[in-house]
């Protein structure tokens, strides 16, 4: 569920221009105020904190997460593994499921999995070493590196590695859950994990000859809970107004207006969230609140100056590669 919201902000004495300035200034919509001065970090921050309140949640200043040092390019490409091998293997599900008449075969997609961890190897592993939880960690590192070899294994060393690639996906699934409440860093980096060793284990037991319908409903239930742990909640802010309603502008004014939109767990995962900013109209008596001036109508996040803020927030997060992979794992 996407949450709007109006965040009422105070700006520095330096932004608070006296009314008839103001009028002048904004009768022309290209006579905007400097959307980046030196206070957006302070404004940001408490957008992020209303939100978060907003939510019933507790903002505080947190340890440095584990995946504090993972950067948004090993993020992209980790996720953008994600996209393509739970891609093949729907492809894989439609070659079988049409008799070979389309999709691709076993080896297909096997091969073109292998290809997606080569590619991506170093930046999946760099993200799997964030995982706080050692043996999920290890299994998880593990299965990737020795993925390559899947076609030399024996039957039985198969059969063996099949299963333990289904441990390590069940054991990941049992973490998620046995995790304190606000554990948001180590869920997403064990949402990553499900994303990254899912395809492996699903072609491991096709490969080994085992079915793969209870581990795709481990999977679905999996990837629900991720989605559901990191909702996006978003709000528009005109910027540079903090006055008692007799004193504003007459109406409709163009000012410049922030969009904002940020994970659960923004406060513990650096760069959930996306935001856009630009000019827009404003009505009279459209509230939230009593001090909370609220647009005219309800923005659209998903096409924001041609950006969806909410897929751009959710790509930063495992709810991104939740919503991709449950989209690929149910059956028709």
């Not at 950067?71 to 992209?76: L, R």
Request: glycine share 8%; charged share 15%.
């Amino acid at each position: 569920m996407i949450k709007a919201c109006c965040v009422d902000r105070s700006w520095p004495a330096t932004y608070s221009w006296p009314i008839a300035e103001q009028k002048e200034r904004h009768r022309d919509p290209h006579q905007l105020p400097d959307p980046y001065g030196v206070t957006m970090r302070r404004k940001l921050l408490s957008v992020l904190t209303a939100l978060a309140l907003a939510a019933g949640g507790v903002v505080a200043v947190p340890a440095k997460p584990a995946s504090a040092a993972i950067d948004w390019a090993t993020i992209a490409a980790v996720y953008g593994y994600v996209q393509k091998a739970y891609g093949y293997w729907k492809a894989l599900q439609g070659f079988l499921n049409s008799g070979g008449s389309s999709g691709l075969s076993l080896e297909q997609a096997t091969h073109m999995i292998i290809s997606e961890i080569q590619a991506s190897r170093n930046e999946i592993v760099t993200h799997m070493t964030s995982i706080a939880t050692a043996d999920v960690r290890a299994c998880t590192i593990h299965h990737v590196i020795e993925f390559a070899d899947i076609e030399r294994f024996n039957n039985q060393i198969l059969q063996q590695w099949a299963q333990d690639a289904t441990s390590c996906v069940t054991r990941i699934s049992t973490v998620y859950t046995s995790l304190p409440a606000n554990s948001y860093a180590a869920w997403n980096d064990l949402g990553a994990a499900l994303g990254v060793v899912g395809p492996i284990a699903l072609i491991a037991r096709t490969r080994a000859g085992f079915g793969t319908d209870g581990l795709t409903d481990l999977l679905v239930q999996a990837f629900q809970r991720v989605a559901a742990t990191f909702p996006v909640n978003c709000a528009v802010t005109p910027d540079g107004y903090n006055y008692p309603d007799e004193q504003w502008p007459s109406y409709p004014i163009y000012i410049f207006t922030s969009y904002q939109c940020y994970s659960a767990g923004a406060h513990q995962i650096p760069g959930a969230g996306a935001s856009s900013g630009g000019g827009a109209w404003w009505q009279q008596h459209v509230y939230l609140d009593q001090n909370c001036r609220c647009a005219s109508s309800h923005p659209d996040y998903t096409n924001i100056g041609g950006q969806n803020l909410i897929a751009a927030t959710e790509a930063r997060t495992a709810r991104g590669i939740a919503l991709d992979a449950l989209e690929k794992l149910r059956r028709p």
